[in-house]
Nanobody, 119 residues
Framework: VQLVESGGGLVQAGGSLRLSCAASGGTFSSYVMAWFRQAPGKERTFVAR????????NYADSVKGRFTIYRDNAENTVYLQMNSLKPEDTAVYYC?????????????WGQGTQVTVSS
C-alpha cells in the first residue's frame, strides 16, 4: 500500500488548507484512515481518524471544530480540511492506514507534507 500526501504549504494564521492522501495498492475502502502530525522537536501526535464508512470521525482536542476529516472511497483518497489555522498547527502532516480496521494498527504511512502557519 502506498500513501501519497499533498496540499501542504505556507498559510497565514486564520487561513485554510486542504490536505489530500491518495492510496494505492490495497483495499482502501476497508481501512481506517488517520492523520498525524509532527512539529519540530516533538513527537508525532494524532490529529484525526475516520472509519471505512466515514461515520463518527474522531479528532484531537486541539483541532476539534477547526479540522474536518473525510474520505472518498471511489477515489481512494482521504482529506483533511483545516480551517482557522494557528501557528501551533505548524508541522509535517502524515497520512496513515490501518488495514485491520480497528483504528490502532497504522502500518502504512505516507511521506508527509509540510504545513507552516505564520503569525
Amino acid at each position: 500500500v502506498q500513501l501519497v500526501e499533498s496540499g501542504g504549504g505556507l498559510v497565514q494564521a486564520g487561513g485554510s488548507l486542504r490536505l489530500s492522501c491518495a492510496a494505492s495498492g490495497g483495499t482502501f475502502s476497508s481501512y481506517v484512515m488517520a492523520w498525524f502530525r509532527q512539529a519540530p522537536g516533538k513527537e508525532r501526535t494524532f490529529v484525526a481518524r475516520i472509519i471505512w464508512s466515514g461515520a463518527t470521525p474522531n479528532y484531537a482536542d486541539s483541532v476539534k471544530g477547526r479540522f474536518t476529516i473525510y474520505r472518498d472511497n471511489a477515489e481512494n483518497t482521504v482529506y483533511l480540511q483545516m480551517n482557522s489555522l494557528k501557528p501551533e498547527d505548524t508541522a509535517v502532516y502524515y497520512c496513515a492506514a490501518d488495514p485491520l480496521g480497528v483504528g490502532a494498527s497504522y502500518v502504512y504511512w505516507g511521506q508527509g507534507t509540510q504545513v507552516t502557519v505564520s503569525s
